[in-house]
């Protein structure tokens, strides 16, 4: 981590001030907080530096480097080779296009960290959530390799409300995805030692303030994305986030959903509701105008709040 980038986020301190007991200003806790922070970047960098790597270039012109040293890494530039010049070219415009430094960024099913590293490159703040507890390392190892201190990796699932939900344990897997009930905790034990079990949140209790409201939230989650939205009623309620949502059209009947109830909680008269494509901005009147787009592996729709 570069000296000059810690010492602005350092600057920080000053905005939290008068919620700070006196002794979290005194010139002893500042150096010892210096020095701590030196510890957790030089370790980060010790175990995740002198990893293989692979880079591209944005229509920002900045780079993203990614690691290879992991075989969920190495899946993900297989995947994303795929998709030329960039995987998700059109999502990655979109973001570099509307985040400025400062706005807070929620990559809800981060996978291996591309998408927050796209959006890190804007300056806004990134809280990448993801299911997959080893997925949670490679995160790290993007922040790492690209000087992103503003990446915060969260291991948890975002769903309807708080509880314990069941998914299985099993190898990285680029579909995974929350079963069983997910908005309370589960009565039951654990059915048998290939079920792993996930904390759940939803957006509405971790994103509360006027100083914790994202700006966009993205929302990949295998099918799942129904119930993520049902867990942010009051973010939508203020329509001052915009929202762009994976559309699983082979997944979302496995939660019990239709396609249409991805336009639900979005009324017209106060979002619009657009494809996203490498063209731009396509609206949409329905689901049924959603269109398969061969440059990205699934339709993403954005919701914007209206004036």
């Given at each position: 981590?570069?000296?000059p980038?810690v010492l602005?986020r350092i600057?920080?301190?000053g905005a939290?001030?008068?919620r700070?007991p006196d002794?979290?200003?005194?010139?002893?806790f500042?150096l010892?907080?210096?020095?701590?922070?030196?510890k957790?970047f030089?370790e980060?960098g010790?175990?995740y530096?002198?990893?293989?790597?692979?880079?591209l270039?944005l229509?920002?012109?900045r780079?993203?480097?990614?690691?290879l040293?992991?075989p969920s890494?190495?899946a993900?530039?297989e995947?994303?080779?795929?998709?030329?010049?960039?995987y998700?070219?059109?999502?990655?415009d979109?973001?570099?296009a509307?985040?400025?430094?400062?706005?807070?960024?929620?990559?809800?099913?981060?996978?291996?960290?591309?998408?927050?590293?796209?959006a890190?490159?804007?300056g806004?703040?990134?809280?990448?959530?993801e299911i997959?507890r080893?997925?949670?390392s490679?995160?790290?190892?993007?922040?790492?390799?690209?000087?992103?201190?503003?990446?915060?990796?969260?291991?948890?699932g975002?769903?309807?409300?708080?509880g314990?939900?069941?998914?299985?344990?099993?190898?990285?897997?680029?579909g995974?995805?929350?079963?069983?009930e997910?908005?309370?905790?589960l009565?039951?034990?654990?059915?048998?030692?290939?079920d792993?079990f996930?904390?759940?949140m939803?957006?509405?209790?971790l994103f509360?303030?006027?100083?914790m409201r994202p700006?966009v939230?993205k929302?990949?989650?295998?099918?799942?994305e129904?119930d993520v939205?049902?867990g942010?009623?009051?973010l939508i309620?203020?329509?001052r986030?915009?929202?762009?949502?994976?559309f699983?059209a082979h997944?979302i009947?496995?939660y019990g959903h239709?396609p249409?109830?991805?336009l639900?909680?979005?009324?017209?008269?106060?979002w619009?509701?657009?494809q996203?494509?490498d063209d731009g901005?396509?609206p949409?009147?329905?689901m049924?105008?959603v269109?398969p787009?061969?440059?990205?592996p699934?339709?993403k729709?954005?919701?914007?709040?209206?004036?």
């Amino acid at each position: 981590m570069k000296v000059p980038a810690v010492l602005r986020r350092i600057v920080a301190l000053g905005a939290s001030v008068g919620r700070m007991p006196d002794y979290v200003l005194s010139p002893r806790f500042i150096l010892w907080r210096l020095q701590e922070l030196a510890k957790v970047f030089g370790e980060r960098g010790k175990r995740y530096r002198s990893s293989k790597n692979w880079s591209l270039t944005l229509s920002n012109g900045r780079t993203v480097r990614l690691p290879l040293d992991d075989p969920s890494a190495v899946a993900f530039k297989e995947m994303a080779d795929k998709f030329a010049p960039y995987y998700e070219k059109a999502l990655a415009d979109y973001l570099i296009a509307t985040l400025m430094p400062g706005d807070i960024f929620v990559d809800g099913g981060a996978n291996v960290g591309y998408v927050s590293a796209v959006a890190a490159t804007t300056g806004a703040v990134v809280f990448a959530v993801e299911i997959q507890r080893e997925l949670i390392s490679q995160i790290e190892a993007v922040a790492t390799l690209n000087e992103f201190d503003l990446i915060r990796p969260l291991h948890i699932g975002l769903s309807a409300g708080p509880g314990l939900t069941s998914m299985w344990r099993t190898a990285i897997n680029f579909g995974a995805g929350l079963e069983g009930e997910t908005d309370r905790a589960l009565d039951d034990e654990p059915r048998s030692v290939a079920d792993d079990f996930v904390a759940t949140m939803a957006l509405d209790d971790l994103f509360v303030g006027d100083s914790m409201r994202p700006k966009v939230v993205k929302v990949d989650v295998e099918g799942h994305e129904i119930d993520v939205l049902a867990g942010a009623k009051r973010l939508i309620a203020e329509r001052r986030t915009i929202f762009v949502v994976e559309f699983h059209a082979h997944m979302i009947g496995l939660y019990g959903h239709a396609p249409e109830d991805l336009l639900a909680p979005f009324g017209r008269g106060q979002w619009s509701w657009h494809q996203l494509t490498d063209d731009g901005l396509v609206p949409i009147g329905s689901m049924d105008e959603v269109k398969p787009d061969p440059r990205d592996p699934n339709p993403k729709i954005v919701f914007t709040p209206l004036p």
